[in-house]
């Protein structure tokens, strides 16, 4: 099998993603792909930006280089790993499960974890999961690792 595009990761600060990158990043080792990891954000969910200030509410492009510096803070480790693998990071402004079937546009597999920071304990698969696999424009691995979905508790964003 030829991929041509790359391997796109979802990851959302969540031991799943973490976990569904650590697989992506070893396939990507295995297949030579270059691996593109992408966070969607909202307004509600961006982290605050150093620039915000009593008053000022500085413009989106700060909201967005907060989340990518979060989400490159948070991948650190695992990327540390796979020295060789040629990984881009991107935040992209919008609901997850869109931004992922965006980003799947031309991409060889979608990677994602089967939970995210949200939802409801006794779920096996989040709702961008499985958003994704119904309606990405590419393959879909949806990594499940040790884990248990079912088990794990909701992660208030806000402190995540």
């Known amino acids: 099998m030829t ?3 790359k391997l796109v990761v979802g990851h959302d600060g969540s031991s799943f993603a973490d ?5 992506a990043l070893e396939w990507a080792k295995r297949t030579n792909l270059d691996v593109l990891v992408v966070r969607a954000w909202t307004m509600r969910t961006a982290p605050r930006p150093a620039t915000q200030e009593v ?3 500085p413009p989106a492009s700060d ?3 907060a989340v990518k510096e979060a989400l490159d803070r948070d991948i650190a480790t695992t990327l540390a790993k796979f020295p060789d693998v040629s990984v881009e990071t991107r ?6 499960a869109n931004v ?5 546009n031309g991409a ?9 920071l949200g939802g409801f304990r006794g779920l096996m698969l989040g709702s961008v999961s499985d958003f994704v696999v119904s309606q990405a424009n590419c393959p879909v691995v949806v990594v499940r690792g040790e884990d248990d ?12």
Do not use: I, M
């Open 3 to 5: 991929f041509t595009g």
């Open 19 to 23: 976990t569904a990158l650590e697989w």
């Open 55 to 57: 008053g000022y509410v």
């Open 63 to 65: 909201f967005e280089a």
């Open 91 to 96: 935040a992209s402004r919008g609901q997850p």
């Open 100 to 104: 992922l079937v965006d980003a799947s």
């Open 108 to 116: 060889s597999l979608l990677v994602v974890g089967p939970r995210g």
């Open 149 to 160: 979905p079912a088990q794990s508790e909701p992660v208030d964003k806000a402190q995540a």
